[in-house]
């Protein structure tokens, strides 16, 4: 073991000396200083703080100092290394404050920007009401009936009691289809599938009729020449008008709420005899309107007069019942058919034909609620 060395000069070791640990701790201010991140701050600490650094070597000196050098050298050499501490503190709690800054700046998100979303489609309201129609109708025990767009002449006119020279014929503003003597057309209505309904089925038959239907019209606020119906018929032993006026009671309430009634005026139709036009009570005035007459602001939705009209019905002719092969006298029948677009528009205050007819999604997803 050797002993101490007392010819040891603590001014000559070079770590020591008070300029050199002065340039060490420049030296490290510095470099905190110039480190413009985190990561350069590391580096900068581990050359300057750290085990290897000059000062911790400094530090290490101190032990192979003579006892009376100790004290001085020690105190010098730890300032230097608080300061540096310090310093390193400092400059790192400031680098993290710009990190977290930063990161809080690239990294936010603004909430109040639009979502980019793409739109879900929307089903068209003609089809939710001719859906809700025909669970009116399946509720009642009906069966719901389709048929052709392009129908015989024979069914749409002929069977349904309108002969080749009937004038309804004409009035009803048909699609003839070539070439003529295939004798087709767009069907004017579901009339027809009254009769394909009952020879197909036989009686007694409880139907219920969607479709399209096509008529020479020109497309303006309340017309389109392509639109729907839906059509009932039923034919049974002993049925009478209080079976059609109960059963369009039912409809009328089920589709504009309790307590709306229907009403039926004499008419004409080829098919039904008796024939009437049927109404129903305005849903929104209850038909106030028109007990309060001369009133100077008349109910938008009935004008006034306390009646929408909704379509037609009647008794099914005898003359349709044998051309669908029914021939047993003790069987009778009602049959009645409504506009789908009219009643869309009456019951959801849909102005212009327009809106149903174009396919705008902002159209159809108002309706979007509605099951
Ligand atoms: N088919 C007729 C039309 O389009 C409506 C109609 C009236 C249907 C009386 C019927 C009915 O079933 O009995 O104008």
Redesign the pocket.
């Known amino acids: 073991m050797s002993g101490p060395n007392t010819s040891y000069d603590p001014v000559e070791v070079s770590a020591l000396d008070p300029q050199q640990i002065e340039a060490d701790v420049e030296a490290a201010l510095q470099a905190f200083a110039q480190a413009g991140d985190l990561d350069e701050l590391k580096t900068a600490r581990l050359a300057h703080a750290g085990e290897k650094s000059p000062l911790a070597l400094a530090n290490r000196e101190i032990g192979a100092l003579p006892p009376s050098a100790k004290a001085e050298a020690g105190k010098r050499v730890g300032a230097a290394r608080g300061r540096v501490g310090k310093a390193l503190k400092e400059r790192q709690a400031q680098l993290e404050a710009e990190r977290d800054e930063r990161i809080l700046r690239e990294e936010s998100i603004d909430v109040t920007v639009r979502a980019r979303r793409r739109p879900s489609g929307a089903r068209h309201p003609l089809s939710l009401l001719s859906e809700r129609l025909q669970d009116i109708f399946v509720g009642m025990g009906w069966e719901i009936a389709e048929g052709p767009e392009l129908e015989a002449e024979w069914f749409n006119f002929d069977a349904l009691n309108l002969p080749p020279d009937h004038p309804a014929r004409q009035m009803q503003d048909t699609f003839f289809v070539d070439p003529p003597q295939a004798g087709l057309v767009l069907r004017t209505?579901t009339?027809p599938v009254q009769v394909r309904s009952l020879l197909e089925r036989g009686v007694p038959l409880y139907v219920a009729v969607p479709g399209k239907v096509f008529r020479t019209d020109e497309l303006d606020a309340t017309h389109t020449p392509v639109f729907h119906?839906v059509?009932g018929l039923a034919v049974d032993k002993g049925l009478t008008m209080a079976h059609l006026k109960g059963t369009l009671d039912h409809m009328a309430e089920a589709l504009f709420g309790p307590g709306t009634v229907t009403r039926l005026r004499p008419s004409y139709?080829p098919?039904?005899e008796p024939?009437a036009e049927m109404d129903f009570r305005c849903f929104v005035c209850q038909g106030d309107s028109a007990r309060s007459s001369g009133s100077a602001d008349p109910c938008r939705t009935c004008g006034g007069t306390g009646w929408i009209e909704w379509?037609?019905?009647?008794m099914v002719n005898r003359n349709v019942l044998r051309a669908a092969g029914v021939e047993d006298p003790e069987y009778t029948g009602f049959?009645?058919?409504m506009g789908i677009e009219r009643t869309l528009m009456l019951r959801h205050g849909v102005a212009d034909m327009h809106d149903i007819v174009e396919g705008d999604i902002r159209f159809s997803a108002q309706f979007g609620l509605e099951a």
Do not use: K, L, R, V
Not at 311 to 314: A, E, I, K, S, T
């Open positions: 209505h009339s119906q059509e139709f098919f039904t024939s379509g037609g019905c009647g049959a009645f058919g």
